[in-house]
Every structure is written in C-alpha cells, then in structure tokens.
C-alpha cells in the first residue's frame, strides 16, 4: 500500500511508520520537520503546517491516510477537505476519551462528549472525518497507549520503580482491571486495512496486580497495597495521583472497555511482560524521565502506616 502519515516522529505515529516500513508498504509522512527531525531519514516527509494547509500533497494519490494526532475538528477539516479525492480511506487516530459516561463500560455506539474537552474535541474530529469518508473511514479509539517512546510519565513508572525493588507502593487492590494498548499493537490495527467503522482499540481488562508482576525484572520486590480509600484520604488525586491508578468513581469503567468489535476486526496484543521489557530498556536508555509522577518521599509517606 501507499500510505500517507499525518505524523510519524512521536509516538503512535512513529510505531504507525515504523509497522508501515515491517509490512513493506511506501510511506509519505506530512508534518512540519520539527519533531525528532532526521529520525527516518529514508522515508519520503512532505513538510507542511496541517493548521495552515495542506497544499504540498497536491496531485498526490494514496491508498490510505493515518491521521495520527488530530485534536482539532476545524484542523481535521482542512485535512479532509485536501484529502477527499486523494486518499481511498481515511483512519483517524481518535481516544475513548470521547464517551460521555465513563462510569459504564464504553461502547462503540455509546454516546459521546460534545463539548470543548480533550474527549469532546476528539468525537468532533471524528465526526469530520465520518461525514466526508463515511463508509471509507475508520475511526479507532485506543484507551491507555503504552509502549517504548511514550511521552508521558504514567506506564513507565511501573517497570522502573519495580527494577529499583523494595518496599512498593501498590496502589487499590490486586483484582482492580488495568486496561492499555501497545503502541505497536495499535499500529498493527491502524496499517492493517481493517474494516470500516468505530473501533475501541484496547487490550483486555487485566487485574493490576497481574500487571505489576509482569512489570518486575529481577529486583526482590515486596508489593504493599493501599486501598483506593486509604489513597483518597491522604489526599491524593483520584486521577493518577498514582500512575495508572484512578479513585474517582465516575471513571469507574474507564478500564472496563469493551474491545470486542476491533478483536472481531484482527485486534491482537502481546503480552504485558513483553511491553514492560521494552519500555524498561527504552527507559534506561533515555535516563528515565526529566521528573518522577510519583516520587520516593510520596511513596514513602503513604507506606508509613503500612
Ligand atoms: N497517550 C495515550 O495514552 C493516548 C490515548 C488515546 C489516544 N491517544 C491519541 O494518540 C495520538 C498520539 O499522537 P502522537 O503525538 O503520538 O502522534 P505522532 O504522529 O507520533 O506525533 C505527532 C506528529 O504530529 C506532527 N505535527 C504536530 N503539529 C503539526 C502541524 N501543525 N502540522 C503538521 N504536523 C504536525 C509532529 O511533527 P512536527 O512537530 O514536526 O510537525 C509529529 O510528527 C493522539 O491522536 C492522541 O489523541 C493517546
């Protein structure tokens, strides 16, 4: 396939690219050449602003294009405007951030946010992309996005502080479902030509204490667990006041997603231990983050009672 990339040098698109060139398709990717610039230095970039334009990829054809990181509807619109004639389908990296009642199990036909929020914004988009693509579009909602590169400080936590081992704070209880996606996972899902139509794109509600274990790498660890109450009451903030911990009830089900459409759709994932391997190295290798989510003083106020 051809595929053009709205994206490419971060994070999802950059695993997006990455699977591309694996699966042996010609890829196009359009940004402005400022993020991690140089990093595919064999791979075709067409520098443009997407806020201003996309004027550089007049004339040319593709058989699909991956929108990566649009938050924008009016963004997205310039993007699917320019694209209409010039891409056979459009697969639009959304977030099941869009639904309105998180405190159930999310399904793709539930409703969804339609205000200014991060989530309101995304079903916006998604809307864009769906009037003009219709049944050329397919959206894909991915809850938590995990793997090597991640830009934010919630899932590498966990690798990390187990290697350092000890005393580990554990936050809730054992049985408490996590839920995430593998970056390359997604990107398998979002350059397979999958079927038309709104995919939540996540992995399986796992137990977190499941999780942990296959976050550890050899450090003799001792997990000390801390009710969601016990969390709450020293003040802690309900939403990742510890990573990937969440203590306010209305995002109850927000680890509770339903994925059966997109398994139906060839979702497949690997295996937490082997995500958390790769991020531990990708980790170490950076120098882990520039500031900890949640530092060892935090850690070890909460366990004093413990
Ligand atoms: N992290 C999560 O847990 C999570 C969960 C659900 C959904 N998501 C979604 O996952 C996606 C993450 O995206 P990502 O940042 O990893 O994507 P990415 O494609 O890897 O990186 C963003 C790209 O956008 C380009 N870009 C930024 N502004 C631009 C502009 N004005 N014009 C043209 N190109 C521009 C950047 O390059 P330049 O700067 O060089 O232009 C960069 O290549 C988002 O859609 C997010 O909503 C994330």
Known sequence: MRLLVLGGTRFVGRAVVDEALAAGHSVTMFNRGLTNPGLYPSVETVTGDRTVSLSPLAGRHFDAVIDCAGYDPAVVSLSVAALRDAVDR????????????????????????????????????????????????????????????????????????????????????????IQFIDVRDLARFLVSPSPSGVFNVVGPALPFGDVLKACRSGAPVELVWVSTADLLAAGLDPWMGVPLWIGDPEWAAANLVDNSRAVAAGLTWRSPAETAADVLAWDVARGGPEAEPFTAEQEKALLGGH
């Open 90 to 177: 459009y697969v639009f990296v959304s977030s099941v951030s869009v639904y309105a009642d998180q405190s159930v199990p999310p399904v793709e036909g539930a409703a969804v946010l339609s205000d200014d929020s991060y989530g309101g914004r995304k079903a916006a988009c998604e809307q864009v992309v769906l009037s003009v693509f219709g049944p050329r579009a397919a959206i894909a909602r991915p809850g938590l996005i995990v793997g090597p590169y991640d830009p934010t400080v919630r899932f590498p936590y966990w690798p990390r502080r187990l290697a350092r081992g000890g005393r580990v704070l554990a936050p809730g209880a054992p049985d408490d479902p």
